[in-house]
């Protein structure tokens, strides 16, 4: 018979081994909201070991993925459900009632920009606070994962203490996400870093629960920076703004070049060089959208000008207002390129998702421009490899077809605004002979310009001399 001591414990240690085994224990973890975060954090968690109930209001969503199809593209979560399906660790419903005994309880819904506003609609997440506040206990933890204003956290906590059983002391941290939409799946695996908002007496403890949650990932050696809660409500913001402002200042020097007559590729890559700056996020074209970077600058100046700090973030409207002309560029261009107007004019658009290996469609900068054009008066064609039900759903008055081919037949324009592989690679000389005109506007410096040069195209890339050569330059000295 083994005793305590050939497990190389003694008889003494036993409490203690049995706190141990405890702290082991893989949890039961409640994950509320199952879009691109949700479904992707209860995969990823279960996947890690746990045990996950994952709710969604939408009945339609929970059946689709309990069914082990995501109701959105996000490459590997399909096969990743497949292969924690068979654990019986995963469960999507939309009963929180099988949420209760849960360990920690993720909240993970939208915060999407509220309509008429710039501040963030933080409807749901104060709608999942209170749904989750009957099953709690004092050993269970509330983590929040949405994006929020500054004083959400705070104000979600009294929200939850005001409906959870009396005796209970509510406990919460705020854990910003920061995932990737097309690489969700390594981000949530193996984040860049954790950020644990702490607040109130039952500190120690909760860092502690949620070290355990993450354990797989912290033993992978991956930052954890403990704060108070507004600072990890901001952290996410700044983020988000730091990394819009980057790309709007390279889109900025894309206007000089395109004016000017340089090359914002080349300029990215110079001052890439200097590791202080970095070439990441230098990528000039179209601009940012999607469902995060757009409406989170907005949202985060608009809780600064209630907090009367606007000045601090009025940077921010410049940011977006770079953004919002890099759109209005590509439909002057193709004007430009078509003999001055717009009518008649047949336009491919490829590209409809805010950026490739995602079907999210959400303040897309291709779907934008491509309905710009048709307003005034533009014959435009969208195809996209992965987006064409949310674009249909959001842009029913587009026309749109059924391939890149299709899309470029008899066109006197081809636009790449989303630089899918596809388009990346497609093949210049074939594609030639299926255009009126052999016309392409390379959005997002995506495409090898010289290959579509020397098969016969103009080729138009935005902030680079070539696409400058059809403007009229802004040259003091002319
Ligand atoms: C962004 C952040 O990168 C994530 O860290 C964050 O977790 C997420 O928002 C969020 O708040 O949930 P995501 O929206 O998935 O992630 O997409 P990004 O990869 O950041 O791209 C955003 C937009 O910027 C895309 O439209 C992309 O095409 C554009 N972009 C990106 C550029 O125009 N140039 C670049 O150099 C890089």
Not at 100 to 118: E, W
Not at 134 to 139: A, E
Not at 452 to 463: D, F, K, P, S, V
């Amino acid at each position: 018979m083994l005793t305590h001591q050939q497990f190389g414990t003694s008889v003494d240690d036993a409490p203690a081994a049995a706190d141990a085994e405890q702290a082991r224990r893989p949890l039961r973890i409640a994950v509320i909201g199952t879009g691109y975060l949700g479904a992707v954090h209860a995969a990823c968690m279960a996947y890690q070991g746990h045990s996950v109930v994952a709710v969604d209001a939408d009945a339609g969503k929970a059946a689709a993925l309990a069914a082990g199809r995501p109701p959105f593209f996000e490459p590997g979560l399909e096969e990743l459900l497949a292969e924690v399906a068979p654990t019986g660790r995963l469960t999507f419903t939309t009963d929180y009632a099988l949420t209760a005994g849960s360990d920690v309880f993720f909240l993970c819904v939208g915060t999407p920009q509220q309509q008429g506003g710039y501040a963030a609609d933080t409807t749901y997440v104060y709608a999942a606070a209170r749904s989750v506040a009957p099953y709690l206990t004092s050993d269970s933890l509330v983590v929040g994962k949405s994006t929020v204003p500054i004083g959400t956290a705070a104000a979600v906590r009294d929200t939850m203490a005001a409906l959870a059983p009396a005796e209970v002391t509510v406990r919460l941290v705020w854990n910003p996400e920061f995932l990737r939409e097309g690489v969700a799946i390594q981000d949530t695996l193996h984040p860049d870093r954790f950020v644990y908002g702490v607040q109130g007496p039952t500190a120690e403890a909760d860092i502690a629960l949620l070290d355990r949650v993450y354990a797989t990932s912290l033993a992978d050696g991956t930052p954890r920076v403990v704060t108070d809660y507004v600072t990890a409500e901001m952290v996410k913001t700044a983020a988000n703004s730091f990394l819009a402002t980057k790309i709007s200042f390279i889109n900025a020097m894309a206007e000089i070049c395109e004016s000017a007559g340089g090359d914002v590729v080349k300029l990215a890559e110079a001052i890439g060089h200097d590791e202080r700056i970095g070439r990441k996020f230098l990528g000039a074209g179209v601009g940012f959208g999607g469902g995060c970077l757009p409406k989170d600058i907005r949202a985060f100046r608009a809780r600064a000008e209630e907090l009367g700090l606007g000045q601090s973030l009025a940077f921010l409207h410049e940011v977006d207002g770079i953004n919002q002309r890099r759109r209005d560029r590509v439909v002057d261009l193709v004007a430009q390129l078509s003999g001055g107007g717009h009518a008649g004019v047949r336009v491919a658009i490829l590209g409809a998702a805010f950026k490739p290996h995602s079907d999210d469609v959400r303040d897309s900068p291709a779907l934008s421009i491509a309905a710009a054009l048709q307003d005034r008066g533009a014959h435009v064609r969208v195809f996209d490899p992965k987006a064409m039900p949310n674009a249909k759903h959001v842009a029913p008055q587009l026309q749109y077809a059924a391939d890149m081919w299709d899309a470029c037949a008899d066109a006197d324009v081809v636009a790449v605004l989303t630089e899918w592989p596809e388009f990346r690679t497609a093949d210049p000389v074939a594609l030639a002979n299926v255009v009126r005109r052999p016309v392409i506007i390379d959005g997002r410096n995506a495409l090898p310009g010289s290959a579509w040069t020397a098969a016969g195209w103009t080729y138009h890339a935005l902030g680079r001399a070539a696409a400058a050569s059809a403007l009229p330059r802004k040259d003091s000295h002319s």
